[in-house]
């Protein structure tokens, strides 16, 4: 694989977003629609108590992914209600088309004491063509289970033979890795199939090898076909110390497979690394790949985990 | 019938169908009155009866000192009830049969109630498990652990619970009660319907629901709510125990309004359910029969009922005043013939 970068895509900081949400455009997603390509990702509001909540917005593309159409103002999903599992925040959100409705696979997060957060995959269902979504009920489709303990998240979920194959990532434990700080977490990728995208079967098993070690943390999967194989990116870091150190903070990794079961590692033929400087030379995650005109596409954030927004790069073939 | 016509039509009810006249043999077990030391130190929640050769065990919930914090962790322990004499307690659990769950695990900070089973060579709890949060105090999700050593301590099978959140069962699932008829096993539990804000608090509203399973482990729900409400759609109900007898089942639980219920006012009521098919479930809560005492342990409340029969009688376990903080007691059944009901 060989991608080249076409640049930052989109900045929130230039934009009046709604709900108040003042930086960051987290975990890019789109919904290809006749006119345009619809790019869903999450932005964040300070509550009264100074914590972040994530909220769903869009911007709209061209289909060449040369121009910024628009930027929605209007909340495109609220958050959960009280004591929920979304109620502090949705991101990312992921988006299929399913007929004549669109789905949206959601991680809602919802704070906790002794750790920081939880995490749940819910699903809001559009008609109206992806401007707005309305809940499945207000709990959520996936979440804890007896081998997936907490911090079900980063749904991404592709139609293959008449089956919804979705890969997100499950926690496998909390852990102060130093001890004065707040405990960190390590979640690794999953696979669940479903016939009709509601219930959902899965056996907490971990298919992507680590590269760092034990403790490497994968997330946000995303997979396309092409070829006769199926390609998945997804971004992983250290457990402890990403935040600061860039060292220890994401990049994208690679694996491929020819039976959407089992996947072979091989970063080295992901085709897209750091850049020498600029906006992704520290960081590089959420990444997510989609086609549009025969072009496959990659969209991805930078550093700080997509404060300053995200960028896009184009396959080369 | 229901008597909406005056008492006349509701005393002939009343009159032509068998009571469930529970008569009460007293406190069991509150850990402020022992005089060994003991990790215990207050509350005896949520009893649950395993019938053994030589002994009733009696599982339940208690609690140590609570933290700097003020708040308390709640773990399973067990007393061994004398079957020649159940007010007769033989042993006392040294330490609690199971540690709290992980960092982040939906069981960290407590394992309240316990509903315990028998199959084979195995023992298993299910019980609910206490997670606490930011904008609500806590959630709750319904885990599984097993005993290999006739009781005495139990693991679990996995860090997570086995029966969790769903789109139409949000939150707070708990009050598990287990049982199996033939080769099914059934679970009943409570799903947190809403949370609402009470005076400036939040308050949850649940209700009494029930799951199959091929193996208690892989358990399918049945998405509804099986009992009629009583006081309002704002009813709690908790603790719904079911037993099968004389071609029917017979459901004992618990209900409160949402306000109040943390005294005798408002508090924990015993209520009644009886069901053909386990499906339907007919709600009559005048067909049982247990008394607040005039005064003591048990003269605000008498909930969490828990039945079991042996050596001929029927038996329920309740709690008493303060959501068990003053411990639990047994009852006995005047007549067996209650259970025949028409």
Known sequence: MKWRKLGKLFDPTQHVLPNRCVEFAQSPQTLVLDDR????????????????????????????????????????????????????????????????????????????????????????????????????????????????????????????????????????????????????RVYKIAHATSADGLSWNRDGRQIVGDRLNGDECQALPTVFALDGIYHMYFCYRQASGFRKDHRRAYRLGYAHSTDLENWVRDDGLAGIDLSDEGWDSQMQCYPHTFQVDQKYYIIYNGNEFGRTGFGIAELER | ??????????????????????????????????????????????????????????????????????????????????????????????????????????????????????????????????????????????????????????HRLGDGPVLSYTPDEPFLLGSPRVRKFGDQWRLWYVAGKEWRVIDGSPEPVYKIRTATSDNGIDWVKHRRDIIADKLGEHECQACPDV???????????????????????????????SSADMIEWDRDDTAVDIQLSESGWDSEMVNYPHIFQVDGSSYMLFQGNGMGRAGFGLAVLESEDAWART
């Open chain 1, 37 to 184: 390509v619809r790019v869903y990702f999450s932005t964040r509001e300070r509550d009264s108590s100074g914590k972040y909540l994530s909220h769903v917005a869009f911007a709209d593309f061209s289909r060449d992914m040369a121009r910024l159409l628009e930027v929605s103002k209007h909340t495109v999903l609220p958050l959960g209600g009280l004591g929920c599992f979304d109620e502090h925040g949705i991101f990312p959100i992921n988006v299929l088309q399913d007929g004549d409705r669109v789905l949206a696979y959601t991680t809602g997060w919802n704070r906790k004491v002794s750790v920081s957060a939880d995490a749940s995959i819910g699903l809001a269902i559009s008609n109206d063509g992806g401007h707005s979504f309305q809940r499945h009920g207000t709990g959520p489709v996936l979440t804890a289970s007896l081998n997936e303990p907490f911090l079900v998240a980063d749904a991404f979920v592709q139609r293959y033979g008449g089956v919804y194959h979705m890969w997100y990532i499950f926690g496998t434990k909390w852990e102060k890795f130093i001890e004065a700080e707040a405990p960190d």
């Open chain 2, 1 to 154: 019938v229901h008597g909406t016509f005056g008492g006349w039509q509701m005393t002939e009810t009343v009159m032509a169908k068998n009571i469930f006249k529970w008569n009460k043999l007293g406190k069991l077990f509150d850990p402020k009155d022992l005089t060994i030391a003991s990790w215990m130190k207050e509350f005896a929640q949520s009893p649950s009866a395993l019938i053994m050769d030589d002994c009733v065990r009696v599982y339940f919930c208690s609690r140590p000192t609570p933290g700097p914090d003020g708040q308390y962790l709640s773990y399973i322990s067990y007393i061994d009830l004398d079957r020649t004499n159940l007010t007769n307690i033989l042993r006392i659990c040294p330490e609690p049969v199971m540690e709290l769950g992980k960092f982040g695990t939906f069981d960290e900070f407590g394992t309240y109630p316990v509903s315990v089973i028998r199959t084979g060579e195995e023992i298993r709890a299910y019980y609910a498990g206490w997670t606490r949060c930011e904008s609500v105090p806590f959630n709750a999700a319904i885990g599984m652990a097993v005993s290999h050593d006739n009781g005495k301590t139990f």
């Open chain 2, 243 to 273: 037993t099968f007898s004389n071609g029917i089942y017979h459901m004992f639980f618990s209900y409160r309004d949402i306000r109040d219920y943390k005294s005798g006012i408002g508090g924990y009521r015993i209520g009644y359910a």
